[in-house]
């Protein structure tokens, strides 16, 4: 009896030992989130996922509720006072320094119909040269794919510039980075597609900031985009859910913005905000659509009416790329495979140079009709991602 005694006594000592030392090997790996305390929070930062296995690519499917209706009731539209608010709503606790944050987007996008008369495509290059402060060394991003299944809305897949919150090529592996910011990563995004095959990009314009006031409820660039890829099923529906809000560019980046929008019936849009003559921001929202010269877009207005601004129809920003896509479009009755539409993203990529809108930093090929993503980071086209909306 001693002896079985003495077993079971050594048996539960070393299963103790076989805990502790599990508990510590678990909390050794869990990633640094100074303002978040929530066990469910702290778990779903810490399934993030290096796709590539150098830091350029990650993944997350975000599963905690980011309270999208308060975040639209509150009007924020600046980049600091709603990434602040953010952080008020989704941190467990507050620290002394606010959210850093920096926005810009270059790119080009289009929609097509695909070859075969099955499907409908978006392409779309985010293009934005990082560099250190001295603009010796160009930087890569980390790219962040975001999953959200919000509880009553659509689930959407979207993409993420990291460097913009602070997160750069293999943040997550510096031991003591600290990823607090990634609770904001739904309203990060630059562009995504949801579960109905509705999809949607920005570009900058190098204009004075759009701003309307019609005294409805203002919003942001990038939560304008989190609200329709949550909501929205069709161009239709994105342009009336448009419409209950006022845009408000004014602090969301460095200069102006227009949206590219495409579903899965074949719809699509380039939504511009425009001069009325009175005010001194762009406050005219003009759709521009129906138009096979308006299946893409680049970092200049196509509105007839933005002729002789700074970055009007006559500007040379982007307009490169906006031929070759054109071009290309033409040449092919408006319709492309799959791979085709890969490699014309490929034809209007940018290595980095001192133009901020250069560097390709990502090429998202959706398929509208069967809501995937095909990835390209960095220009390495060889080495693709395929994603889906689960």
Known sequence: MKGLRLFTLLSALSLTSAVIVSSCEKESTLKKTAYISDPAKVEMINSLRNLDGNGRLYELYYTEDYKLDKVLASGKTSVNDLFQYVAYLLYDELGTKAPEVDFGAGCSVFAVPERDGHDFLMGRNYDYRHSTEDRTTYLPTAA???????????????????????????????????????????????????????????????????????????????????????????????????????????????????????????????????????????????????????????????????????????????????????????????????????????????????????????????????KTLRLAILREYADEHCFGIE
């Open 144 to 370: 962040i794919i975001v999953h959200t299944a919000p509880e009553g809305g659509k689930k959407s897949i979207s993409m993420v510039d990291g460097m913009h919150l602070g997160f750069g090529q293999g943040f997550y592996e510096e031991k003591d980075k600290d990823l607090s910011m990634m609770m904001a990563l739904p309203y990060a995004l630059l562009d995504g597609v949801n579960e109905d095959g509705f999809a949607i990009g920005v570009l900058a314009l190098n204009e004075t900031p759009a701003k309307q006031e019609r005294n409805k409820t203002p919003i942001s660039t990038t939560v304008a985009m989190r609200m329709l890829l949550d909501r929205a099923s069709t161009v239709k529906e994105a342009l009336d859910m448009l419409d209950e809000y006022d845009i408000n560019m004014e602090s969301t980046g460095r200069s102006s913005y227009h949206f590219f929008m495409a579903d899965a019936t074949g719809d699509y849009a380039i939504v511009e905000y425009t001069y009325d003559g009175v005010h001194e921001n762009p406050c005219v929202r003009e759709t521009l659509r129906g138009n096979d010269t308006l299946r893409c877009v680049t970092n200049f207005y196509v509105s007839p009416t933005m002729v002789g601004t700074t970055d009007g129809w006559g500007s040379n920003h982007g307009k490169a790329r906006y031929e070759t896509m054109r071009n290309t479009l033409q040449a092919n009755n408006y319709t492309l495979s799959e791979d085709d539409a890969m490699t014309l993203l490929k034809n209007v990529s940018q290595p980095p140079t001192e133009e901020i809108t250069s560097m390709t930093q990502w090429s998202s090929m959706y398929n509208l009709t069967e």
